[in-house]
T-cell receptor
């Protein structure tokens, strides 16, 4: 597609439920990144995919968070047993090069997750 | 990763030139300086990148002194639509991006 697409754009869930967030990267972009942005804060790195492997998962905050990617396509970020502190905007970015240059990231508009 | 320091917030008026300075005293030889812009309810977008001296594109200019320990993003003749958060990033070109808190720029009419 023309840009990075994320769905849903908004998600309200009850504490303790599981949620899945989806990212459709730009076609042909091999690298994919997930970030989390809490209200009024900067972006926190969560995980990086190169193809369907994840060489850097260092930012996942707990074992309730997991992510997978199908080939060089869609990625899903799953949060199990959601907690109120998980409320944030979850942003996905993709880039063309095998090792994404800093000037080459294209971000989606994010999924706003609210845990009540 | 080089630590960066930039103002938390800035106000300016339409039509003015805005300069946002970022300090990065421990910048390494391989590090580049990259700026991203984030509008409300959107993901960040790349605006400019440089290694030394001056870089200019259709959006902004980036001034980097010889010692590279700081850099200044210059936005000419800002408008209300330039209200956004601006992130200064310093690091190897191919490392993943680590974002700080950025500078909240508020343009007033």
């Amino acid at each position: 597609g023309a840009g990075v697409s994320q769905s849903p754009s908004n998600k309200v869930t009850e504490k303790g439920k599981d949620v899945e967030l989806r990212c459709d990267p730009i076609s042909g972009h091999t690298a994919l990144y997930w970030y989390r942005q809490r209200l009024g804060q900067g972006l926190e790195f969560l995980i990086y995919f190169q193809g369907n492997s994840a060489p850097d998962k260092s930012g996942l905050p707990s074992d309730r968070f997991s992510a997978e990617r199908t080939g060089e396509s869609v990625s899903t970020l799953t949060i199990q047993r959601t907690q109120q502190e998980d409320s944030a905007v979850y942003l996905c970015a993709s880039s063309l090069a095998d090792r994404g240059r800093k000037d080459g990231y294209t971000f989606g508009s994010g999924t706003r997750l609210t845990v009540v | 990763l080089a630590k960066t320091t930039q103002p938390i917030s800035m106000d300016s008026y339409e039509g003015q030139e805005v300069n946002i300075t970022c300090s990065h005293n421990n910048i390494a030889t391989n590090d580049y300086i990259t700026w991203y812009q984030q509008f409300p309810s959107q993901g960040p977008r790349f605006i400019i990148q440089g290694y030394k001296t001056k870089v200019t594109n259709e959006v902004a200019s980036l001034f980097i002194p010889a010692d590279r320990k700081s850099s200044t993003l210059s936005l000419p003749r800002v408008s209300l639509s330039d209200t956004a958060v601006y992130y200064c990033l310093v690091g190897d070109l191919y490392d993943k991006i680590i974002f700080g808190k950025g500078t909240r720029l508020h343009i007033l009419p």
